[in-house]
């Protein structure tokens, strides 16, 4: 298969230069279980399109520090490829932004997290499944790092997933959306080294709690199985 990559990650900081960008990360994340496909990375956060999606099998779309509601051009345009991708059946997965982004999109609202910043290992319920979801724990764990969330979902929308700080941390729509408010592209040492990018952002409690919970490990290779798994059933 080929995947379009929509980069909406518009931190261009030296941390972000000394670390693979996000293109390369959601390339290695589906490349883990499906090595013989291929992506490619469209910067949709400058303004880069990509301006033909029949030549794509699927999207995903990365997440970002910047909010869905910041009212910025390049998002305004992204909600619009977003509404127009569903109503053409152009399979999507969204990851954080991405999922905020869908959510917003379709008639949903996004606002900001109750308790301040969710950042680590977040245990996410599983309370309904999708066929593509097969072999993934009732209990899933995966890295976060997000101030905002899907106060209300799209009114199609199926919640997949709730944790203890959001209850729609992931959903489908039909069988051609799939979306998730983590971040099953980034690695144990990638998060481990964001948390000390954030001591300021987080302060000492939460940064103490977020490297705690890296002792635990994630689920991002049956995740990552599950986002292959869609993008196939999608196709079929």
Known sequence: ???AILMTNTDESAFADAHPRDGAKFT??????????????????????????????????????????DGDAWTARLLDLIR??????VPIFGACYGHQAVAKALGGSVGANAGG???????NDVINRMPWMDGLPDN?????????????????????????????????IG???????HHPEMSRDFIAALTGEMVDTLGPEATDAALRSLDSPADGQPFAESVARFFEQAAS
């Open 28 to 69: 290695d994340m589906i490349r883990s279980v499906r090595p013989d496909w291929t992506t490619e990375v469209f910067a949709v956060k400058d303004g880069i399109f990509p301006g033909d999606l029949a030549r794509f099998d699927g999207v995903m779309i990365t997440g970002s520090p910047a909010s869905v509601n």
């Open 117 to 123: 910043f969710v950042h680590g290992l977040d245990r």
């Open 175 to 181: 069988t051609k959306v799939y979306t998730t408010q």
């Open 140 to 172: 899933l764990h995966l890295y976060a790092s997000h101030k905002e969330q899907v106060t209300v979902p799209p009114a199609e929308a199926r919640i997949l997933t709730r944790s203890e700080a959001a209850p729609v941390t992931g959903m489908a």
């Open 84 to 89: 127009a991708m569903v109503a053409e059946g």
């Open 1 to 3: 298969m080929h995947l």
